[in-house]
């Protein structure tokens, strides 16, 4: 994700293209092998594994691995200045990516997605499986794949963050039971310390972690549910972990989409909150801690009306289009947040930013979108290294709605007062079966992230699909 400008135009020169186009061609460090994907395991105690009633996705079978263009190094965009050209991971059937970036050393950078198939991570593991894997040199190349810490169950939802002294933070879902887990690699990923799970007493599940970290990581938040609302939390390196009690007094449905630790050591989380059939209203709430998680005090910012169904999408569910919120802290403290939300029912979900220097208190309703015609989903805010920088990304179809999606980015220099115009990140035409000069086909999962290294520059990662069934893959670009 990171590197300096002479790096960056070193690699480039040198810039070369591998189509994956037979079995045993290696990309990333592992080899190119076809695998029909595992259906990961099911127990009554998982509700199916699907609580939440919106998935995780089922395996197909499927990728396109030999109809995907894997770039091995990067190239300016020929559609945007200062952008590299977006590049897919792998030809794998990846979707539902992270990313992590080194606060002071921009040249190491992380990724990490769920993988449906390709190689096994152990004799009897299942699929999907959540690959890392690390560039030392600001994304331009990277090392091998590896997986993470595996207890022979389904692995969902990566999140990373990288702490000042290097050490990489995970967490993620070993499918719904036990849930949610978390260890940390001082290695690069190549090793990883015990996997502390967390199952609040009484509760049958967790689902989908958020982490936030201090920038030493010795205080380490994670934000998940059981359909209610709970926060894991550290204070000695995420050797252990106190769970809270339940933090909402409803009934409804929780999600954490986003978190960060200020530069005071406040802790923020922003969530969507829904009904259990997603019917009726979604909440977008912010989250905040002034006492290193020992309370929590909920603002809510936002409510949203219904989302519109997607019977359009083979294998979506209604509830995919739902509120995924972005939140980020600049240098000041200053807190950017970034929705999507609707005002009618089952109307497209449009785009909104505002900013908040306390957390409780926050300025009106910012529009970022490409218009009310449009849908947009899966929404990340990321801090630049100067006050009032941010950045906000995220995927629309206003080059074919329901048809041709594309992930964008707007920009900001002083704390959301002007945007700079859209930025097309998913500039390739083709590459993969679902890539159009349109867009692709579909967002591929609920989630997308964005960074900022130490020298400025923006990161993002996401996913593009032919459907919400998929098959799809996981890419990335970066900023200058």
């Not at 990961?40 to 030999?66: C, I, Q, V, W, Y």
Request: with cysteine.
């Amino acid at each position: 994700m990171r590197l300096s400008m002479l790096a960056a135009f070193a690699s480039k020169s040198r810039a070369v293209t591998a189509l994956v186009v037979c079995a045993g061609l290696m990309f990333g460090g592992v080899y190119a092998t076809r695998h029909a994907r595992v259906p990961s395991p099911t127990t009554s105690d998982e509700r199916g594994l699907d609580p939440d009633g919106k998935g995780e996705k089922n395996a197909t079978g499927l990728s396109f691995e030999k109809q995907t263009l894997v770039e091995r190094y990067p190239r300016r965009s020929a559609a945007a200045a200062l952008l590299d050209a977006e590049r897919v991971w792998s030809g794998y059937d990846d979707w539902e990516p992270a990313l992590a970036i080194h606060p002071t050393n921009a040249n190491i950078v992380y990724q990490a997605t769920t993988r449906y198939n390709g190689p096994k991570a152990c004799n009897g593991c299942p699929f999907p499986v959540i690959v890392v894997r690390k560039s030392a040199d600001g994304g331009s190349t990277w090392g091998a794949d590896r997986f993470i810490p595996n207890i022979k169950k389904s692995q969902n939802d990566p999140e990373i963050e990288v702490a000042t002294d290097g050490t990489l933070y995970m967490a993620w879902m070993d499918a719904y039971t036990p849930g949610i887990a978390f260890s940390k690699s001082s290695d690069g990923g190549v090793t990883w310390t015990t996997t502390i799970h967390f199952k609040p007493t009484g509760t049958k599940f967790t689902d989908k972690p958020i982490l936030a970290i201090s920038p030493s990581g010795q205080n380490v938040y994670v934000g998940f549910n059981s359909s209610d609302n709970y926060v894991a939390t550290s204070h000695n390196y995420g050797a252990s972990f106190t769970i809270s009690p339940k933090l909402n007094s409803d009934t409804r449905y929780w999600f954490h989409t986003a978190g960060a630790v200020a530069p005071n050591g406040d802790v923020y989380f922003i969530t969507a909150d829904f009904s259990q059939d997603y019917t009726g209203d979604g909440h977008v709430s912010v989250m905040r801690s002034t006492n290193l998680g020992s309370s929590w005090t909920t603002t809510r910012v936002d409510t949203s009306k219904e989302m519109p169904d997607c019977p359009w999408s083979p294998g979506c569910k209604f509830g995919f289009f739902g509120t995924i919120a972005g939140l980020a802290i600049d240098p000041n403290g200053r807190l950017m947040i970034a929705y999507n939300a609707n005002n009618a029912v089952r109307a497209p979900m449009q785009l909104y930013a505002r900013s908040s220097i306390d957390g409780i208190t926050w300025s009106a309703r910012q529009d970022l979108g490409a218009g009310a015609a449009y849908n947009h989903c899966n929404v990340a805010v990321a801090a630049g290294k100067v006050s009032g920088a941010f950045a906000v990304v995220w995927q629309d179809d206003r080059k074919g709605v329901n048809a041709a999606w594309n992930a964008w980015m707007r920009k900001t220099a002083n704390g959301g007062g002007a945007w700079d115009a859209s930025l097309r990140l998913s500039d390739q035409a083709s590459g993969a079966p679902y890539k159009t000069a349109a867009g692709h086909k579909f967002p591929y999962g609920d989630y997308l992230e964005v960074a900022s290294d130490s020298t400025g520059h923006y990161h993002a990662i996401w996913a593009e699909g032919i459907s919400y069934t998929g098959p799809g893959g996981t890419w990335y670009t970066k900023s200058y």
